[in-house]
């Protein structure tokens, strides 16, 4: 294959790669590296005929093969996996070799699959296993130590040791695959989901290619490092892949890892412009319309998506989607097992399946297809936080720590694993950590605007009065800056804190306010009509004490001022 450009100012030659490496892929039934190779691909400019790669070289050994070749990959096409396999023995080309492991990896992978359907319920940890793997894993040893293996087989290779759970041995021979056929996304993704930290990805050696950066970003994406994702792929578009709708459904899915959920929607949109019959991210699009409750958006989605192919795991969890923003939980939960019976593996369907056997208060249900979910990749945060949420409905404090704080670990930045830290630490009475966790949540910017309020009821719990009326004070100012203040019920908590706090320090002014405020509340009207009569008897009595001028002074008139009154004379309720 021609030398390796590694910046990318030569996007003929990145064009010409891609042609070879499609063909390449094309012929040992790499369907996905295909669909990728040919999606970059389209994004770049044709190029005129007389620039054009030549066909890959034929040896000796392809030609012997050809006819066996050419009829195994038609059973192969057909899914008919063993009976390719039987007819590739005795093949002497690496490229029938490849095929022949191959068919017997995915009949392997087939038979498991739909012993796995007949299965499917919340299963146990469950095991059903890929028999061919160990005997491929040997075969492939052998060949691996005596270094007969080409970029493909070396991919394969390392597919059966991650199956086999030989997780080490597999990162290693990802990376050779790497080296030994950069073009291949196939192995790079494979890489993707074996590395767990940044750490990890810095020490593993890769060469030094333009398709690294797309490995990258992807990386920087699943890692939770979504401003480093955004610059990578923001530079590729720069670098003449503005026309690629992969890099624009990863950009939405990034945008969606942040809840930054105006850009992804906008994004999605485009992309559903530009490819209206892709099916592939629209169950992350679903999920952006389930957390807006857009009914009848998700609804077009859906029947849209139906029209197209009904039968397509995302298909299923947009339905499913869609009957749980109806609150129909058990259609919802049927839709996602109907997912899983198209593909175990999908992460997706496992972790919304737990969110609605949570709905349906079927806890165990919950747990396993959470550990299922977990089972498929690690790094879903979702999966883990689900998890904790379930264990905290059972009252087990415990368990529930050791979930939220899995993930926390893969979201440090997300409130929402901080507030559910702290409630756990807060429950096993561990009220320095429950304190750290509250108020890192509203350093790093508190989505659903809890952490200050429970942060503050802490302390009030702990009779640390000062801090609490602290944490009311800027809750409440947050609330009124950003014009929440009428749909937030828990303002009413703070003010009826806040009032007696003042009245107690004869901060009679401010108390006054806060009681004034109160009243326009339902729930706390009545406090304030009642603190408001308290603080017009206490005026009443203190101004018939100053009538009397030789009295003897008492420092218990002396207001004394704790914290900084608040200031709610801008904020209109």
């Known amino acids: 294959?021609?030398?390796?450009?590694?910046?990318?100012?030569?996007?003929?030659?990145?064009?010409?790669?891609?042609?070879?490496?499609?063909?390449?892929?094309?012929?040992?039934?790499?369907?996905?590296?295909?669909?990728?190779?040919?999606?970059?691909?389209?994004?770049?400019?044709?190029?005129?005929?007389?620039?054009?790669?030549?066909?890959?070289?034929?040896?000796?050994?392809?030609?012997?093969?050809?006819?066996?070749?050419?009829?195994?990959?038609?059973?192969?096409?057909?899914?008919?996996?063993?009976?390719?396999?039987?007819?590739?023995?005795?093949?002497?080309?690496?490229?029938?070799?490849?095929?022949?492991?191959?068919?017997?990896?995915?009949?392997?992978?087939?038979?498991?699959?739909?012993?796995?359907?007949?299965?499917?319920?919340?299963?146990?940890?469950g095991q059903v296993r890929n028999e061919a793997l160990r005997e491929l894993r040997v075969e492939l040893s052998k060949k691996h130590s005596a270094g007969e293996l080409e970029g493909f087989t070396l991919y394969l290779y390392g597919v059966v040791l991650r199956?086999?759970?030989?997780?080490?041995?597999?990162?290693?021979?990802?990376?050779?695959?790497?080296?030994?056929?950069?073009?291949?996304?196939?192995?790079?993704?494979?890489?993707?989901?074996?590395?767990?930290?940044?750490?990890?990805?810095?020490?593993?050696s890769l060469p030094d290619c333009w398709i690294r950066d797309f490995f990258m970003a992807h990386m920087y994406t699943e890692l939770q490092m979504i401003k480093e994702a955004l610059q990578k792929y923001q530079s590729l578009i720069e670098s003449g892949f503005s026309k690629s709708t992969y890099i624009i459904s990863q950009i939405a899915v990034a945008y969606h890892n942040i809840r930054d959920i105006d850009q992804a929607l906008a994004l999605f949109n485009e992309l559903r412009e530009q490819d209206p019959f892709r099916i592939e991210n629209m169950d992350t699009f679903s999920n952006l319309l389930y957390v807006r409750s857009m009914k009848p958006e998700l609804s077009y989605l859906a029947h849209?998506?139906?029209?197209?192919?009904?039968?397509?795991?995302?298909?299923?969890?947009?339905?499913?989607?869609?009957y749980s923003l109806r609150s129909q939980h058990e259609k919802?939960?049927?839709?996602?097992?109907?997912?899983?019976?198209?593909?175990?593996?999908?992460?997706?369907?496992?972790?919304?399946?737990?969110?609605?056997?949570?709905?349906?208060?079927n806890t165990s249900a919950a747990i396993q297809a959470y550990r299922h979910a977990i089972e498929v990749n690690k790094r879903d945060y979702r999966a883990w936080y689900g998890l904790g949420q379930t264990y905290e409905i059972l009252k087990?404090?415990?368990?529930?720590?050791?979930?939220?704080?899995?993930?926390?670990?893969?979201?440090?930045?997300?409130?929402?694993?901080?507030?559910?830290?702290?409630?756990?630490?807060?429950?096993?009475s561990q009220h320095v950590e429950a304190k750290k966790c509250y108020w890192r949540a509203y350093s790093v910017g508190d989505v659903e605007r809890m952490a200050l309020l429970k942060l503050a009821k802490l302390h009030e719990q702990l009779n640390e009065s000062d801090d609490a009326a602290q944490c009311y004070i800027i809750y409440i100012q947050d609330i009124f800056s950003c014009g929440e203040q009428l749909e937030h019920a828990e303002v009413s908590t703070a003010l009826r804190y806040l009032g007696q706090y003042y009245f107690k320090n004869k901060l009679y002014d401010e108390a006054s306010l806060c009681a004034q405020r109160c009243c326009d509340y339902n729930d706390a009207r009545e406090e304030g009509k009642a603190l408001l009569r308290q603080i017009s008897q206490v005026r009443d009595h203190m101004e018939a004490s100053s009538t009397d001028l030789f009295g003897p002074l008492s420092s218990n008139n002396t207001p004394v001022r704790r914290v900084s009154p608040l200031d709610l004379s801008s904020f209109s309720p």
Request: net charge negative; proline share 4%; with cysteine.
């Open 1 to 125: 294959m021609a030398a390796l450009c590694s910046e990318f100012g030569d996007l003929v030659e990145i064009k010409k790669q891609l042609i070879t490496v499609i063909s390449l892929c094309k012929e040992r039934g790499l369907v996905h590296s295909v669909k990728w190779a040919s999606e970059l691909a389209f994004a770049l400019d044709p190029l005129p005929k007389n620039e054009l790669p030549p066909s890959a070289t034929f040896t000796e050994e392809d030609g012997q093969d050809l006819d066996a070749l050419g009829l195994a990959k038609s059973y192969f096409d057909l899914k008919e996996y063993d009976r390719a396999a039987y007819f590739l023995r005795g093949c002497r080309s690496q490229k029938a070799y490849f095929l022949y492991m191959y068919s017997r990896y995915l009949s392997g992978e087939k038979k498991k699959d739909d012993e796995t359907v007949d299965s499917l319920g919340p299963l146990e940890k």
């Open 163 to 204: 199956k086999l759970d030989l997780l080490k041995e597999a990162v290693e021979v990802f990376v050779e695959a790497t080296h030994a056929l950069p073009l291949h996304w196939g192995a790079w993704l494979e890489l993707c989901n074996l590395i767990t930290n940044i750490d990890m990805l810095k020490s593993l």
């Open 304 to 322: 849209n998506l139906v029209e197209i192919d009904k039968y397509r795991v995302e298909t299923c969890c947009v339905i499913g989607n869609y």
């Open 332 to 361: 919802a939960a049927l839709y996602f097992q109907r997912a899983l019976k198209l593909n175990p593996r999908c992460l997706g369907a496992w972790t919304l399946m737990g969110h609605e056997y949570m709905e349906m208060k």
């Open 396 to 428: 087990m404090p415990f368990y529930c720590l050791y979930y939220y704080r899995k993930a926390h670990q893969l979201r440090p930045n997300d409130s929402r694993m901080l507030v559910a830290l702290g409630e756990s630490y807060e429950k096993l």
